[in-house]
């Protein structure tokens, strides 16, 4: 039925020379277009609403999620792009378009490191859209909390920086929580320093996140030697307490500067240009494959010879990567340790499945933490 209205009736956009066109001429073709675009929008969102029908009566918005078939749609709009917009434009284009597709139902209750204006919050927007009622929390733990309880239908919390490493804190959630991991979220992390008067010469102090402390430290150096840096909760309470004076700075992303009301004095200024945070998705249950999945698994062991070497052969033998491992106390008794793994592939695959009962034999416990579509643009 949507083919109907896909118009042969629209016009090729010349990429040549433009100057010889009308300008007004050239705003009525995109006037055409966007009339188009806006019937197909309306159009998906009544087919969406449609499949939500299908779906049954479910009891609340959480049921109708499906990320395993956001995150198929979604490499279908990259496999396709041509340009001239970039995929990561497109991915957030089509991301609202779902996000607001499924807030017909209801909006989803989105958990996060408050206040706003932390890069939680941007994570949040950019793997749910705008569509969604963000709930900003004061910490990790009430992110795990919340979603636990069911007052957020899921939560979003920060896992590894590429500058700064692993957030210990997150992982160690997981030693007890019973909450699933449905999605990761990559993004690009870029820091600035903002403050009231918006003058360098001027700074004497400088709140922030100690992350964001650490992935400025070069630039601190060079720029601000003498300033004191105080380290707070996080970026957004950093902003809030630059407010107050203007010797007084922040360092935190960029649309902290418009929710606080301070000015861009400098940046990006974080010391590493491919800077990155990995989000991690919270829910409370297990979703099917999407085709390009990503399983975390939570492995006791008891300290003996040999130990690593039996944790890592199974994947070794079922031809699984293996993304990333790191251990931790387990937090179970003294000399018992907790490994954090992630490879690639889905739980439902025969491969994962060997791989972990053969782990079982030999591990204390193995808890698979979630299998997920592994992030997108
Ligand atoms: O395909 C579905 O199951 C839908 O509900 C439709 C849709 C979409 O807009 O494409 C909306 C919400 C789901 O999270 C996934 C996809």
């Given at each position: 039925m949507a083919d109907k209205i896909v118009p042969a009736l629209i016009p090729e956009a010349g990429d040549g020379d433009s100057?010889?066109?009308?300008?007004?001429?050239?705003?009525?073709?995109?006037d055409g277009i966007d009339r188009?675009?806006?019937?197909?929008?309306?159009?998906?969102?009544?087919?969406?609403?449609?499949?939500?029908?299908?779906?049954?009566?479910?009891?609340?918005?959480v049921d109708y999620y499906r990320p395993e078939r956001e995150a198929q749609v979604l490499r279908r709009v990259v496999d396709r792009n041509e340009g001239p917009l970039s995929d990561e434009v497109l991915v957030r284009l089509f991301r609202e378009i779902m996000s607001a597709c499924l807030a017909q139902q209801e909006p989803l209750k989105i958990g996060f490191l408050g206040p706003e204006g932390t890069h939680s919050q941007q994570a949040v927007f950019k793997h749910f859209g705008h569509s969604i009622h963000g709930l900003p929390l004061s910490s990790i733990e009430e992110v795990f909390q919340e979603v636990e309880s069911g007052s957020a239908d899921f939560g979003i919390v920060p896992v590894e920086n590429s500058t700064q490493g692993t957030i210990q804190s997150t992982l160690d959630m997981f030693l007890t929580s019973s909450l699933k991991i449905c999605g990761e979220v990559e993004l690009r992390i870029h820091q600035h320093?903002?403050?009231?008067?918006?003058?360098?010469?001027?700074?004497?102090r400088v709140y922030s996140h100690p992350q964001s402390f650490a992935q400025c430290k070069a630039w601190l150096r060079q720029y601000l030697?003498?300033?004191?840096?105080?380290?707070?909760?996080?970026n957004a309470e950093a902003a809030r307490r630059a407010r107050s004076a203007d010797d007084a700075a922040a360092i935190a992303g960029a649309s902290a500067a418009n929710v606080y009301g301070?000015?861009?004095?400098?940046?990006?200024?974080e010391d590493r240009p491919d800077?990155?945070?990995?989000?991690?998705?919270?829910?409370?249950?297990?979703?099917?494959?999407?085709?390009?999945?990503r399983t975390s698994l939570l492995v006791f062991i008891n300290d003996q010879p040999g130990a690593l070497h039996h944790v890592l052969?199974?994947?070794?033998?079922?031809?699984?990567?293996?993304?990333?491992?790191?251990?931790?106390?387990?937090?179970?008794?003294?000399?018992?340790?907790?490994?954090?793994?992630?490879?690639?592939?889905?739980?439902?695959?025969?491969?994962?499945?060997a791989a972990i009962d053969e782990l079982a034999a030999f591990a204390r416990e193995v808890k698979v933490l979630g299998s997920y579509p592994v992030a997108i643009a």
């Open positions: 100057s010889a066109v009308d300008l007004s001429e050239l705003r009525e073709r995109i188009h675009i806006q019937q197909l929008i309306a159009e998906r969102a009544r087919f969406a609403g449609q499949v939500g029908r299908a779906k049954g009566k479910l009891a609340a918005a320093l903002l403050s009231r008067g918006g003058r360098i010469e001027d700074i004497e030697p003498k300033a004191e840096t105080i380290p707070v909760a996080s301070l000015k861009i004095v400098a940046g990006p200024i800077n990155t945070t990995r989000f991690l998705v919270l829910g409370r249950e297990l979703f099917p494959t999407s085709g390009n999945d052969a199974p994947f070794a033998r079922h031809g699984l990567s293996m993304n990333r491992i790191e251990s931790r106390p387990g937090h179970t008794g003294r000399w018992q340790y907790a490994f954090f793994i992630d490879v690639s592939g889905h739980v439902d695959e025969d491969a994962m499945r």
